[in-house]
């Protein structure tokens, strides 16, 4: 008799709905809601090229215009969708911005190089992000294919590690960017 109503109970609480063939989205209204109570998790990559021995030699800048209309330097970055794996969210990212033949190589392990926290204004951490409080997981990804930016991107830019450090171009980075470029290529053992 209790298995009987256990069942009733389980079977009359189950959703019969169409599941949602999008469940990974937000509209714009559920997503500027979810921002003012949520930490959104994303993930960033550096994209780099490696000379033969696996050493960086360049790394790949985006260049996009910010809210006020100023170019700022960025990196290959975006959301993690509901039931949507970190490798997926960073290769679908790294297609997004750099384009379907980029072929990035992404790690054989999803553990990033550092986690990244921003604010919407100014912390301890140094990041921010004026929409939001987000949590990054950060990756230097090797990147072997032809890039061409996409989206809001205006171009990618291959640099020398000795340019990306120089402060001229430290100084382009928006939200304290220029401070994981940095710690991207210290893991990457630039400048050892």
Partial sequence: MA?????IR??????????DPYPG?????????????????????????LDPLGYVNEVGLLLQADDEGNMVRTLVSGRVLYRETIRGALLRHMEKDLGPLALPQLPVSPVP???AEYFPSPSQTGLTDERQHAVAMVYVVPVAGECTPR???????????????????QAEFAGGRGSLVRQALAYAGVGR
């Fill in 113 to 115: 190089f550092t986690v």
């Fill in 3 to 7: 298995a009987d109503a256990a069942f």
């Fill in 151 to 169: 989206q809001d991107a205006l171009e990618l830019t291959w640099m020398s590690p000795e340019e990306v450090l120089s402060p001229g171009v």
């Fill in 25 to 49: 989205w937000l509209s714009d209204d559920d997503l500027r809601e979810a921002r003012n109570r949520l930490p959104m998790v994303y993930v960033e990559a550096v994209p780099v090229r």
């Fill in 10 to 19: 389980y079977n009359c609480c189950m959703s019969v709905r169409t599941p």
